[in-house]
């Protein structure tokens, strides 16, 4: 069982929740992000909506070097930023996932940044990848 997402690359990983996310967290250090944001999104909507929802956290992950040079390039960019990660649960089974940075870049727009997107493609997918254990630590 495979999400389709076509805005982003998501992967079925085979450990548990709250290892996937402390993985996540260091695979995207590996690949020099940092991590600027962790939302547990199951405990925000328990306490802002009263409401229940699955295991779900929002890393907001951001690679200096890279942000710097998108941001030479587009000032404005900052309202694309930063790169989301995410894991969550569904159904038992556990998911972890980013954002397709290209996709997200293609709404600014200037065809020179595609490279740039597709190298933090490649950062993110890695990271992605190496929770799931296809990409050695």
């Known amino acids: 069982m495979q999400p389709d997402c076509d805005y982003g690359y998501l992967v079925r990983v085979g450990v548990p929740f709250e290892n996937a996310v402390s993985r996540l967290e260091a695979s995207l250090k590996t690949e020099g992000f940092g991590v600027l944001c962790n939302i547990d999104m ?37 309202l694309l930023l930063p790169c989301n990660a995410v894991v969550y649960e569904r159904d038992g089974v556990v998911f972890a996932g980013a954002v397709d940075a290209a996709k ?3 709404v600014v727009g200037n065809a020179a940044m595609q490279p740039l997107a597709e190298g933090v493609n490649q ?9 799931a254990g296809a990409v050695p630590e």
């Open 42 to 78: 199951q405990a925000k909507l328990r306490e802002m909506l009263g409401v229940d929802f699955p295991r779900y956290v929002i890393l907001g992950a951001c690679n200096p070097p890279l942000a710097y040079q998108a941001l030479q390039q587009e000032i404005n960019l900052g």
């Open 104 to 106: 997200m870049l293609s």
């Open 123 to 131: 950062r993110l997918r890695r990271a992605v990848d190496r929770v």
